[in-house]
């Protein structure tokens, strides 16, 4: 499928060498929301959380977070945030896989200095997942590369598929699938929130969202 | 339009069925197992696997691709083991006593073999792999005879190394060290001398490959035996 029918009319590309970047109003959108989020991340002040299992004893109980760990994850937030805003507007299909990679070591990342065992466990669980998951994505990638020669997704999108590349597709959608996260694999990546510190955990959930809906797009424009 | 041989281009389908046949091993041996550890080290194997199918490609993009797989492989392995240490010592601060219960073993399954060959082997074939590294020099050399010290250390179940022998295998490393950089200097200053210096850069790296081996050994088995 051509990339104009997709995302909208073309504002324009960005020519690096092999690589092109394309620009349309959907790509762009997705991009500025991205960065948007990560600006307020950036600016935000670590807030306590009241522990919600403790309720029903009437004391409510917070959970503190120490100022260094509260550091270290707004760092891998901003980070993470950055990432997939790159990964909305790569025009390439490998550094796509790479920024989800990316994406994936940063949300184990932000959770790696808590307190809670049991997330301590989802996470670890949701690493090997996304570790396992590398070989369909970058596999997939590296099979659609093989069969047209290109990674550029400009002209991808204006090649017919040929089995191989819908071969390469299905994988790919299987690594996306794993390094985001979503069914079957969610059980570990949802109790990876069950922990303290607010504004930096949601950026684990806002950025599988956001490359699940840019996966989506590229694997029309590959197939179609 | 390049000419590329036929044997290469049909190479690639039988490396990609390798590598997805691997992977599917690898997650199968994963499905099996129930040791953290283990699961682990099965993980990086469908890493490699990954590996395996972006190389098959061939070309010199191909090429420009591993690396990036490979670092990206790399950095989930240190960062999932790091999940790993955090939450044993998370464990460990719960309850200080948890540690003591069982000591770890090397060997996925627990066995234990009581025969006299398992004390005096290892000595006898840790001689000769150090004389053959001697006799080899260079790096290969450096890694053989760094094998057998590393052989040697893990064999003797003696626990606490004196300090002076850690601190003795440091010094060797960086006096052959110094004798490789000397013997590089020499390569470049006086040419003339070209058969002195290599043989300094030789012996330096043997002695420096295999003191860095044999302290890895030697630290590995005081990490593991440690209570």
């Known amino acids: ?224 | 339009m390049l000419y590329v041989p036929q044997e290469f281009i049909s190479m690639y389908l039988p490396a990609i069925y390798a590598g997805l046949i691997i992977g599917f091993i690898g997650t199968m041996a994963i499905a099996m197992k129930r040791e953290e550890i283990h699961i682990l080290i099965l993980t990086d194997i469908v890493g490699l696997a990954m590996i395996f199918v972006v190389s098959a490609v061939g070309t010199d993009l191909a090429e420009a691709l591993i690396l990036p797989g490979l670092v990206v492989e790399l950095a989930e392995t240190l960062a999932i083991s790091e999940i790993l240490i955090t939450r044993e010592m998370r464990k460990i601060e719960q309850d200080p006593r948890a540690n003591l219960k069982r000591s770890s073993s090397l060997f996925p399954q627990a066995f234990s073999l009581d025969m006299e060959i398992m004390t005096t082997a290892p000595n006898f074939i840790a001689l000769i792999l150090i004389a053959y590294g001697i006799f080899l020099t260079g790096f290969t050399g450096g890694a053989v005879a760094g094998g057998g010290i590393v052989l040697y250390a893990l064999s003797k179940k003696a626990r606490g190394l004196p300090v002076l022998v850690l601190d003795g295998i440091a010094g060797v490393s960086g006096i052959a060290w110094c004798l490789w950089i000397i013997g590089f200097l020499l390569f470049f200053v006086t040419p003339q001398y070209w058969l002195l210096s290599l043989f300094l850069a030789a012996c330096g790296l043997l002695l420096k490959v295999a003191s860095k081996v044999g302290l890895i050994g030697l630290l590995m088995r005081e990490d593991i035996d440690k209570e």
Not at chain 1, 165 to 188: D, K, N, Q, T
Request: aromatic share 10%; with cysteine; glycine share 8%.
């Open chain 1, 1 to 224: 499928m051509d990339f104009v029918t997709l995302g909208g009319d073309l504002l324009g590309t960005i020519p690096l060498g092999d690589i092109v970047l394309y620009i349309n109003p959907f790509n762009l959108f997705l991009f500025a929301v991205l960065l948007g989020f990560t600006f307020l991340i950036a600016i935000s002040k670590p807030e306590t959380q009241v522990e919600a299992s403790k309720f029903n004893t009437l004391g409510v109980a917070e959970v503190k977070v120490d100022e260094k760990e509260f550091r270290q994850r707004r760092f891998l937030s901003i980070i993470c945030g950055i990432a997939s805003a790159g990964a909305m507007i790569t025009g390439d299909l490998f550094n796509f896989t790479l920024f989800m990679a990316l994406v994936g070591i940063l949300n184990i990342g932000i959770v790696s200095a808590v307190k809670q065992t049991s997330v301590l466990n989802s996470a670890f669980n949701y690493g090997l997942i996304a570790m396992m998951c590398s070989l369909p994505l970058f596999g997939g990638a590296a099979i659609i590369l093989a069969s047209t020669g290109t990674l550029s997704l400009a002209v991808l999108s204006q090649m017919p598929a040929s089995p191989m590349v819908v071969f390469g597709a299905i994988l790919m959608l299987i690594g996306i699938l794993g390094e985001s996260g979503v069914a079957p694999f969610f059980a570990s990546k949802a109790e990876m929130f069950r922990t303290p510190g607010s504004p930096f955990i949601v950026i684990i959930h806002l950025s599988s969202l956001f490359i699940i809906v840019r996966a989506v797009e590229i694997l029309l424009l590959v197939l179609w």
